[in-house]
């Protein structure tokens, strides 16, 4: 059997009932990033196991605006249910991201041609040394390598084992190379404390590199109309929820200055969801269709208003 049908059959024997170890987990009782203590509770939200047994208290830091998830779980105990394909942490749908369903997929090309690391980094004449966290399938890592970058990575999933220089944890990457450019796109917020991951990054961090953060956007209109209902509170797949101020905060703290920031609202570009509209409208797909409208509707106001539910920061040494 390949990897793939290994995590099918993990995958259907997880989704039959939801086991986490509630010793593995701490109360948190000061914020993460600047350590108030002082906190408002936004609400409470299930986990996103499809048969989930426990639900997790969501709190907003009263001095720095982020939003975290209490009790968290111990890093080391994260790593295991990620390994272990964990729905409790992937949630459904995630294997189609990383099997050949998804990159066969009519508009999977039209995923990446828009990326905004590739698109920053692409045309440069300078190639290093490129570490991604969190890398998933890899196609991000993949670009850099065919444009003659010197690639590593950290996935603790398995489907990266067959790439020496893919590692399951950060202490097993060489300790003798610093890294022109270092890409974390939606990494931090699954991390039991965001601000030592930060660090450990900068530390590795060329003089003259370049960090990529995506995360979610605990000031965006959707979170301040849907509260926990929010597409991005998903514990506990997502732990965080970064604020601009406790960005602000993360970065000085780990001796980073922030070079680029925005937000976006759309997972995925408009020519991507415009194609997919057309693709399901071919195949009168109505409810996919009408969620795909209405998306493309509330990421219009987002943008109006600049208050996408995810950050885009771009973060160099200061």
């Not at 350590?35 to 936004?42: D, E």
Request: proline residues 3%; contains cysteine; charged residues 20%.
């Amino acid at each position: 059997m390949d990897d793939s049908g290994q995590q099918e059959t993990l995958i259907i024997e997880n989704k039959l009932v939801e086991d986490i170890n509630l010793d593995q987990f701490y109360a948190v009782e000061f914020c993460p990033i600047c350590s108030f203590k002082k906190t408002h509770l936004v609400g409470k939200s299930l986990t996103i196991h499809p048969n989930s047994r426990y639900d997790f208290l969501i709190k907003k830091c009263l001095k720095c605006g982020h939003w975290f998830t209490d009790p968290t779980p111990e890093q080391n105990y994260l790593l295991k249910l990620y390994s272990e394909y964990s729905l409790s942490v992937y949630g459904e749908g995630w294997v189609n991201q990383i099997t050949n369903k998804y990159l066969n997929h009519p508009n999977y090309r039209e995923l990446f041609a828009n990326n905004w690391i590739l698109k920053k980094e692409c045309k440069s004449l300078n190639k290093g040394n490129y570490l991604e966290i969190g890398l998933g399938g890899g196609d991000i890592l993949k670009c850099f390598e065919s444009l003659g970058w010197n690639c590593y990575g950290v996935e603790p999933g398995r489907w990266g084992s067959d790439n020496p220089r893919i590692f399951q944890n950060f202490s097993k990457l060489p300790t003798d190379i610093l890294y022109d450019v270092i890409v974390a796109e939606d990494v931090i917020e699954h991390v039991t404390n965001p601000l030592k991951m930060i660090r450990e990054l900068s530390r590795v961090l060329s003089s003259n590199g370049r960090i990529y953060f995506t995360f979610p956007n605990s000031d965006s209109l959707r979170s301040k109309i849907m509260k926990t209902s929010w597409r991005m509170v998903r514990p506990i797949g997502h732990l965080h929820y970064f604020s601009a101020k406790s960005i602000s905060i993360a970065l000085y703290e780990s001796n980073l200055k922030l070079h680029d920031k925005s937000n976006y609202d759309l997972l995925y570009s408009r020519k991507y969801l415009v194609n997919e509209v057309k693709l399901n409208l071919f195949k009168l797909n109505v409810s996919i269709l009408i969620s795909l409208i209405g998306n493309l509707v509330i990421s219009l106001i987002s943008k109006l208003f600049n208050s996408g539910d995810q950050w885009r920061i771009t973060a160099v040494k200061r």
